[in-house]
């Protein structure tokens, strides 16, 4: 199957590479025709490659555009109908809403656990001299790096099974929230450095505390920055799969991405009509999310650490 | 920093209240500056800002990690006589992985799962649509880079349900599309699935990073490049590749620490069927938290760390060593 791909990616350099040699490697008067051709025939390859990669990138979305509005709603992809009964279906569903609200706790506790430790310890990192602080830096990014969801399942499971932690959602808030702080602290101190020292000097000249300095003066302008990475951490839990998965096994606790593996009937056939519309009433804050932040601070706030 | 001139201004650490605003903006300025205190938080506050982040790191980051290098020396289990009393066993667990034919297979579909998708897919398909939007046009352009963006951001659970459907035995959207009936993807090509699945999950990345990269390129080089003759490809090769050498770096070893760690294939697969697609991070949820046991897991999962730990020390060294180029 690689090799679908591989055929594609080919396709895109040899037509680029024969479009451009005609073009530009021709005189004006002799081989005109045959320079022509050979852009038409290049430009041709490549727009074919191009519909064929719209076409790969687009087909596995199809489903969640159509089949929540799909009167039998099944694994195919069509549109046969209009309707809007599964969204009924799905305000009827007693999970539904449970675990959106679950989701909402795990991401919006993560979050702002994550905004404010991140938000102190960038700053402190950013101003104050503390020994060690570069040394601090790099292990923090090799960290964040390093030690994964993946990586580090077992010895978390165990350790909050034997903190009485299992199966509550806090736990799950610390261990995500942990997770996401070395690169908030990293994007977050990258913030602050850009901003000018000036403004906390001419605050403190006029005689004011450092308290009422971070308050009114710093707090202000490092919000967006508290902001960005906000979103990044709430887009982050929002997904999250693994954590809760492992760490909850009481449903009525389970987040919206574990919930959705739930909507199966006794004969292991999944609930179309619901989970198609839970995918979609999932999914529209995440992108919505993005395209704020995205227009806000033209920011690509996915995957760790900073490239 | 500013090279500093008194030695004193570096020793005095700008504590808390001390200087009185009296002395007024010229005496208080230059040594907060050359600190960087310009608060006058004082090293003892911010250490105190410092730490509850770095206890919640410590606590739920570098603990566990250490936890999985003792774990991974223990006969430990969640049921039966392990459970009781784990019992030390040294490298017995390390032992057992490197001889057992179900963890070779699961590294060596790890290795194609990382180069095939990653390495190679996400990559090359990455910077080809970077190269390509350079000079595409603006629908076209948008069109294509909204729908690699979605891939990349909606959440993993959705994601994998939306392959399945596609995939599916008897209406999947492919099956339809290319006229085939009753193939079941996910079972007969497992592999193949979760590689293109994940280079369709996150060209996206590649594909921004190149940009940036590729906006970084003078005009004027690839101007005079074209003016003596070379051809796409020659300024490709001569003018841009070596500009964007570094990116390309980065790039392949942030995607090589993502995919390493990838569980999304379990979404798709579940690791079958008959372990045929299961990757490291699926082969150490179904011995521990499946098949309960944690030593084993562990050590399983050190060795995955340690891979990190290697990939990410390069990454760090690289970005280091770029600064001073730069400046």
């Known amino acids: 199957m690689s090799t679908v791909a591989g055929q594609r990616r080919s396709g895109t350099g040899s037509g680029t590479v024969s479009g451009s040699r005609s073009g530009t490697g021709s005189g004006p008067g002799r081989g005109l025709g045959a320079g022509a051709l050979r852009l038409v025939a290049g430009r041709s390859v490549m727009y074919a490659v191009v519909c064929l990669l719209v076409v790969f990138f687009a087909l596995p979305l199809l489903w969640l555009v159509l089949t929540p509005f799909s009167p039998t709603p099944s694994y195919k992809a069509s549109l046969s109908g209009f309707t809007l009964a599964n969204f009924e279906d799905l305000l009827a569903n007693p999970q539904t809403w449970p675990s959106i609200r679950n989701s909402l706790v795990l991401s919006v506790g993560s979050s702002l656990l994550v905004i404010v430790l991140a938000a102190l310890a960038a700053y402190a990192l950013s101003r104050v001299r503390i020994p060690g602080r570069d040394q601090l830096l790099y292990a923090l990014l090799l960290l964040s790096s390093i030690v994964t969801g993946t990586a580090a399942m077992v010895p978390i499971f165990l350790m909050l099974f034997q903190l009485g932690l299992i199966d509550r959602q806090f736990g799950v808030v610390l261990v995500l929230s942990g997770g996401l702080l070395p690169a908030a602290v990293f994007m977050l101190k990258d913030f602050v450095d850009s901003i000018p020292r000036s403004y906390e000097e001419s605050a403190r000249v006029f005689g004011a505390s450092p308290s009422q300095i971070l308050r009114h003066v710093v707090l202000p302008v490092i919000r967006p920055g508290m902001a960005t990475v906000g979103v990044w951490a709430l887009v982050q839990v929002w997904g999250n799969f693994l954590v809760p998965y492992v760490l909850l096994s009481d449903p009525s606790k389970q987040p919206a991405a574990v919930v959705m593996y739930t909507f199966y009937d006794a004969g292991g056939q999944p609930n179309f009509a619901l989970i198609s519309t839970f995918a979609l009433v999932y999914s529209v804050p995440v992108v919505v999310l993005y395209l704020f932040v995205n227009r806000r601070y033209g920011f690509a706030f996915q995957g760790g650490i900073k490239g | ?327």
């Open chain 2, 1 to 327: 920093m500013a090279p500093s001139t008194s030695p004193a201004a570096d020793l005095a650490p700008a504590p808390g209240g001390a200087p009185a605003p009296a002395p007024g903006p010229v005496a208080t300025t230059p040594r907060a500056r050359r600190d960087g205190d310009v608060v006058g938080l004082g090293r003892a506050r911010a250490v105190a800002f410092v730490a509850p982040a770095l206890v919640l790191v410590g606590v739920f980051l570098v603990f566990p990690a250490a936890w999985t290098l003792y774990l991974g020396l223990l006969d430990y289990s969640l049921t039966g006589s392990g459970a009781q009393a784990p019992v030390f066993v040294g490298l017995g667990n390390y032992t057992s992985a490197l001889s057992d034919p179900a963890f070779a297979k699961s590294l060596y579909l790890t290795l194609l799962f990382v180069g095939g998708s990653a390495v190679l897919g996400q990559n090359v398909l990455g910077f080809s649509l970077a190269w390509y939007f350079r000079a595409a046009q603006r629908p076209v352009r948008a069109t294509l880079s909204v729908l690699v963006l979605l891939a990349w951001i909606l959440p993993g659970s959705v994601v994998a349900f939306l392959w399945q459907a596609l995939l599916d035995r008897r209406n999947g959207t492919l099956n339809a599309l290319i006229g085939t009936t009753d193939m079941a993807w996910a079972l007969d090509h497992p592999m193949a699935v979760i590689i293109v699945f994940n280079i369709w999950r996150g060209t996206a990345f590649s594909m921004l990073l190149y940009t940036a990269a590729l906006s970084t390129v003078p005009r004027s080089h690839l101007e005079v490049a074209r003016m003596a003759g070379a051809t796409r490809w020659q300024q490709l090769r001569d003018v841009v590749l070596p500009t964007v050498k570094r990116h390309i770096l980065t790039n392949t070893l942030l995607i090589t620490l993502w995919t390493f760690n990838d569980f999304s294939p379990y979404l798709l697969t579940g690791g079958g069927p008959n372990r045929e697609s299961e990757v490291l991070p699926v082969y150490i949820y179904k011995e521990a938290i499946i098949g309960g046991h944690l030593g084993y897991g562990s050590a399983i999962s050190l060795l995955l760390l340690l891979a990190n730990l290697v990939i990410a020390v390069v990454y760090v060294r690289l970005l280091r060593t770029r600064e001073p180029e730069a400046a």
